[in-house]
């Protein structure tokens, strides 16, 4: 598989690596939107969230609160964004499922995940009624 991330976990490109256990490993981006933006993925690939088995989901989940307070701790902040893009709409460059974890400092510029799209167009009634007769 020609996939960076999964090099990256294999130890065949180098990265600054802050953390790793058996089934994820946790490093710095290498474009960080600020200092301590760290990636967290998992060591077999999975492309984005709807491919990833729950019990993995679920391990990945765990590295990341454990890499939160390892920042933590080591840039002195206690305010994080955490979160993926899941696609290449959302802005996914690596089909590779990762873990976005951004430390955010008073007066920073950033904005909070609400802030990424404003695209509202459908009343809420509409939107769960659509969601749910595609569903059964």
Same mark, same amino acid.
């Given at each position: 598989?020609?996939? $960076? ?14 953390? %790793?256990?058996?089934? @994820? ?7 960080? @939107? ?12 999975? %492309? ?5 088995? +729950?019990? $993995?989901?679920? =391990? $990945?989940? *765990?590295?990341?609160? #454990?890499?939160?307070?390892?920042? +933590? ?14 696609? =290449? ?7 590779? $499922? ?5 430390? #955010? ?14 695209? #509202?167009?459908?009343?809420? +009634? *509409?939107?769960? %009624? =659509? ?6």
């Amino acid at each position: 598989m020609d996939c $960076l991330f999964c090099k990256i976990a294999k130890g065949d490109i180098p990265t600054h690596k802050i953390y %790793e256990n058996d089934d @994820s490993i946790a490093f710095l981006d290498i474009n960080p @939107s600020a200092d301590g933006h760290t990636m967290v993925i998992s060591k077999n690939h999975h %492309e984005n969230i709807q491919d990833i088995p +729950e019990d $993995l989901l679920g =391990k $990945l989940s *765990k590295t990341v609160k #454990r890499v939160v307070d390892i920042l +933590e701790k080591g840039l002195k902040t206690t305010h994080f964004t955490i979160g993926l893009n899941n696609g =290449k709409l959302s802005g996914q460059e690596i089909d590779h $499922l990762h873990i976005h974890i951004i430390p #955010r400092n008073e007066g920073d510029g950033g904005g909070s995940i609400q802030s990424v799209v404003q695209n #509202r167009t459908e009343n809420p +009634e *509409k939107i769960k %009624e =659509k969601i749910l007769k595609a569903n059964g």
